[in-house]
């Protein structure tokens, strides 16, 4: 069975595991909602304690007058990015990096404002004390000193960037799969996912790696190029923080998962190149910079279009002739030649399109990578699935629950757990052929316990595994995966992966008894999501035969077994998008099954060459139900 959640009580789990202070505000900059660490801070007990309140009703009312200052910043400019200043109370002093934006209504009328702030207390006191070094140079003490400081933030910051992705995953994954919530919450529960991400991968980048050594060697390897894009964006919003630019992003789906084959530290220069020279060309006034990434075909398209000064087609043929330009008030030469030849060494292509007084669009293309094998792009589950779900973080639990309930529905069994011990204990009581039902979903790392995700694969031998993780960069954990026969799921591609019911004759031979020779007879089965549509054709055109409906693909296919494969199979061309699958798909899967009369009711006309030789169009009208009849 399903456990289900309130999704309010796993909005405010999620935002309570967050290791930042997380409020909204009316226009009046009364409370209208918060996070655990804000009422902590305050002092108070529970939500509704803070709702109503102002910041001159609280712990810090003496900064109360600052902190409505930058509030009225984000409601004027649309958007506050920086440090807030020092908050000292009697048992209490921090600074934070906080961001404000507008919060708006389904209608986009501003109501408020939504804020995160993070503590940056320790990464302010380190450079404090460099910059108190480079003023006196300190002696080798003091030098001492700052290096254990630094190498201290930087494990505090892997640690709160750890902390903070697993619920960022849950919320990134509950705002894609709640359609119940309404539109204002959902936009703001993205927009506040999308900040708080960025405030975790900027300490990241900035603190984490200070004490690995740089390497100038060039090596291509696959990337997974939109968490790559993210990443980079991440770090070039606080280099322009203080600056009036607005940073979007478009990915399509199939970009979500797509790698190419780069040499990541000349990639990131590359597009860290493009993107300043769009912020030149705004000449400090306020400006757009959109960063889209397309995968179709075969190619990876990156482009990075700017609403700025523009080009001449001069100065863009120049450009593209790898003829050098140089005055920076002239068009985009800054950069260029790493650009080029980062393209260059990377396979890719180049093109520029720009107006002048509207803004330049730069087009990149890349050959799309083949995905490697430790890579997981999407989820295939079999019916009367054991789903076992191990996670120390109990929001990914609730996430995964809102997640494949609509797939799922009730067949198959979801299992929650906590500790690695107890899954091994769980799965290694299992008799074999409940074992064989099992699909485990586990994290790789699990605080405070002496195993990982692998470990537990390992001593469960189990072949049906996900490890989710965001670790997924590592080449040890990769290694491990690839020996082991398991996929990596990275944790920021968990909101998107697809989820599938796997029907084939391979897997449901597992899951099977022994069975009888199918030996049920009528004249035709039919499957379509719509119910009134499809019992209003039958009722109209095959009163006068013996037909078994069917509404719901994945009831479907678990009775389908029941009958004769010469049965004659009328399938819809397209379901519902939470069933994950289509017409097609299920013809091919019955196919393979040995069911040889299949029959598709489709709207549109289909080429002969353009269907299986298997399957027979049949156009969704009278004319063509009709034609059922004579079949």
């Known amino acids: 069975m399903i456990k289900t959640y309130s999704n309010d009580s796993i909005i405010y789990q999620i935002l309570d595991l967050i290791p930042a202070n997380i409020y909204w505000k009316d226009s009046d900059g009364k409370y209208l909602g918060c996070n655990k660490a804000v009422l902590e801070m305050a002092g108070l007990n529970s939500r509704e304690e803070i709702i109503g309140k102002t910041d001159y009703d609280l712990k810090w009312k003496d900064f109360a007058n600052e902190i409505r200052k930058v509030d009225r910043i984000a409601l004027e400019d649309g958007y506050y990015q920086g440090e807030e200043l020092p908050a000292i109370l009697p048992d209490w002093s921090s600074v934070f990096m906080t961001i404000k934006a507008p919060l708006k209504d389904v209608k986009g009328k501003i109501i408020g404002i939504i804020g995160a702030s993070i503590d940056i207390t320790a990464r302010k006191e380190s450079e404090r004390l460099k910059a108190e070094n480079n003023r006196h140079k300190m002696e080798a003490e003091a030098h001492k000193a700052i290096f254990e400081l630094e190498h201290r933030f930087s494990q505090i910051a892997q640690h709160t960037v750890h902390d903070i992705r697993s619920p960022i995953a849950s919320l990134q994954m509950l705002a894609k799969s709640c359609d119940s919530l309404p539109e204002s919450q959902r936009v703001s529960l993205r927009y506040a996912t999308t900040e708080i991400l960025d405030i975790a991968n900027h300490l990241l980048n900035a603190y984490s790696n200070k004490d690995k050594p740089c390497s100038a060697e060039e090596v291509r390897q696959p990337v997974i190029i939109s968490l790559l894009l993210e990443q980079i964006l991440s770090e070039k919003k606080y280099e322009y923080e203080n600056l009036l630019i607005k940073f979007t992003t478009n990915f399509d789906s199939p970009s979500r998962f797509a790698f190419i084959n780069i040499d990541i530290i000349s990639f990131k220069r590359m597009i860290s190149n493009l993107i300043n020279n769009a912020k030149d060309?705004?000449?400090?006034?306020?400006?757009?910079?959109?960063?889209?990434?397309?995968?179709?075909?075969?190619?990876?398209?990156?482009?990075?279009?700017?609403?700025?000064?523009?080009?001449?087609?001069?100065?863009?043929?120049?450009?593209?002739?790898?003829?050098?330009?140089?005055?920076?008030?002239?068009?985009?030469?800054?950069?260029?030649?790493?650009?080029?030849?980062?393209?260059?060494?990377?396979?890719?292509?180049?093109?520029?399109?720009?107006?002048?007084?509207?803004?330049?669009?730069?087009?990149?293309?890349?050959?799309?990578?083949?995905?490697?094998?430790?890579?997981?792009?999407?989820?295939?589950?079999?019916?009367?699935?054991?789903?076992?779900?191990?996670?120390?973080?109990?929001?990914?639990?609730?996430?995964?629950?809102?997640?494949?309930?609509?797939?799922?529905?009730?067949?198959?069994?979801?299992?929650?757990?906590?500790?690695?011990?107890?899954v091994i204990d769980f799965i290694n009581d299992l008799s074999v052929r409940d074992k064989q039902r099992v699909f485990l979903l586990a994290d790789y790392e699990l605080l405070k316990q002496d195993l990982n995700g692998m470990d537990i694969i390992r001593q469960t031998n189990l072949k049906r595994s996900i490890v989710v993780t965001s670790h997924h960069d590592n080449v040890d954990i990769r290694n491990e995966a690839v020996e082991l026969k398991v996929t990596l799921l990275p944790k920021p591609l968990a909101a998107e992966v697809s989820i599938y019911m796997d029907y084939s004759s391979k897997q449901m031979d597992i899951l099977e008894e022994p069975a009888k020779v199918a030996e049920k007879k009528v004249d035709f089965i039919m499957l379509d999501d719509d119910k009134m549509l499809l019992d209003q054709l039958v009722d109209f055109a095959l009163a006068e035969f013996k037909v078994d409906k069917f509404y719901d693909p994945i009831e479907f296919m678990s009775r389908i077994s029941e009958y004769a494969k010469d049965n004659k199979i009328v399938l819809d061309n397209n379901y519902d998008k939470h069933y994950g699958i289509g017409g097609v798909s299920l013809a091919q899967q019955l196919h393979d099954m040995g069911y040889t009369k299949l029959y598709l009711l489709s709207g549109a006309f289909f080429a002969k060459d353009k269907l299986p030789e298997y399957i027979t169009p049949i156009i969704k009208n009278i004319d063509g139900i009709n034609s059922l009849k004579f079949i």
Request: one cysteine or more.
């Open 281 to 422: 060309a705004f000449e400090g006034k306020e400006g757009n910079i959109q960063i889209s990434l397309f995968a179709k075909d075969g190619s990876v398209v990156i482009t990075i279009q700017d609403s700025g000064k523009g080009m001449t087609p001069e100065i863009i043929e120049n450009i593209l002739n790898n003829i050098k330009v140089t005055d920076k008030k002239d068009g985009y030469g800054i950069g260029l030649s790493q650009v080029r030849d980062t393209i260059w060494r990377n396979f890719g292509r180049l093109d520029i399109k720009s107006r002048v007084g509207v803004g330049t669009k730069v087009i990149l293309v890349f050959p799309q990578a083949e995905k490697p094998r430790w890579f997981a792009d999407e989820i295939n589950f079999c019916p009367s699935d054991i789903i076992v779900i191990l996670d120390d973080d109990k929001s990914i639990h609730g996430a995964w629950d809102v997640k494949l309930t609509p797939y799922l529905l009730d067949y198959v069994e979801i299992m929650h757990f906590y500790q690695g011990l107890e």
